[in-house]
C-alpha cells in the first residue's frame, strides 16, 4: 500500500450540486496532485499542490478547484457538477515534486 | 495526435509466454517515463521507471528509445496474476513533476491458464 488515502469511496450527487474530496497524502510527501478518470481512459492531470499553492495545472476548467492544508493533505473542489464529471477521482502523493507519484484508491463519482 | 499513445488490446496470451507492449510519445522534450499497473476498478501502481539505459525488474524490462519516442515493456514467464490494464507515462518536464503526469489508455493484458 501506498499510505495514500482519500474519502469518500463513493459519492453519487445529481447536475449542478457541488462536491468535495479529500486525499491524505504518504507521511513525508508534501506534493499532491489529483487526476480524473473516465471509464476506458487513462487518467487525466487536474491539478498540482505544493507546499499549499498550486504550482501546476491540466485542461480543466476553473470550476475544478483544491486546497492543500499545512499537513499536507489535500481537496479537490467541484462546482456546477455535469454529467461528464462522472469518473474516478485519483490523488497521488510524491516528495518535493518528484515525477515518481503514488496513488490512493481514488473516489468513485457519479453524477446523474 | 495524442501526446501517449497505445494499442489498447486486449493481449490475449498464454500462461508462460512473453509479452511486449509499446507506447509512442509526441512530446520530444519530454523528461521521466514510467509504467503503471491498474487492476480493474483499482488505483494505478507504480510498475517502474523506464530508462535510456533500460532497466530490468525480475521479469519485466523496460526500454525507452528518445530518437523514436517509443516506450516498451516485456514481461517474460507471464502470471495469471499479471493480468491488469498496463499504462504508459509520460512527464513533460518543464516544470518539475507540476505539469502532471501524462498517462496513455492503457494496454489491458489477460494471462489465460
Known amino acids: 500500500e501506498t499510505g495514500v488515502t482519500q474519502s469518500p469511496t463513493h459519492l453519487i450527487k445529481t447536475r449542478g450540486q457541488q462536491v468535495t474530496l479529500r486525499c491524505s497524502s504518504q507521511s513525508g510527501h508534501n506534493t499532491v496532485s489529483w487526476y480524473q478518470q473516465a471509464l476506458g481512459q487513462g487518467p487525466q492531470f487536474i491539478f498540482q499542490y505544493y507546499r499549499e499553492e498550486e504550482n501546476g495545472r491540466g485542461n480543466f476548467p476553473p470550476r475544478f478547484s483544491g486546497l492543500q492544508f499545512p499537513n499536507y493533505s489535500s481537496e479537490l473542489n467541484v462546482n456546477a457538477l455535469e454529467l461528464d464529471d462522472s469518473a474516478l477521482y485519483l490523488c497521488a502523493s510524491s516528495p518535493d515534486q518528484a515525477r515518481t507519484q503514488y496513488f490512493g484508491p481514488g473516489t468513485r463519482l457519479t453524477v446523474l | 495526435r495524442k501526446e501517449v499513445e497505445q494499442d489498447p488490446g486486449p493481449f490475449n496470451v498464454p500462461e508462460g509466454a512473453t509479452v511486449a507492449f509499446n507506447c509512442t510519445y509526441s512530446n520530444s522534450a519530454s523528461q521521466s517515463f514510467f509504467w503503471y499497473r491498474q487492476d480493474c476498478r483499482k488505483e494505478p501502481k507504480l510498475l517502474m521507471s523506464?530508462?535510456?539505459s533500460g532497466n530490468e525488474d525480475g521479469r519485466f524490462t523496460a526500454q525507452l528509445n528518445r530518437a523514436s519516442q517509443y516506450i516498451s515493456l516485456l514481461i517474460r514467464d507471464s502470471k495469471l496474476s499479471d493480468s491488469a490494464t498496463y499504462l504508459c507515462?509520460?512527464?513533460?518536464?518543464?516544470?518539475?513533476?507540476?505539469?502532471?503526469?501524462?498517462f496513455g489508455k492503457g494496454t489491458h493484458l489477460i494471462i489465460q491458464p
Open positions: 523506464v530508462y535510456s
Open positions: 507515462v509520460v512527464n513533460r518536464g518543464t516544470g518539475g513533476g507540476a505539469d502532471g503526469l501524462t
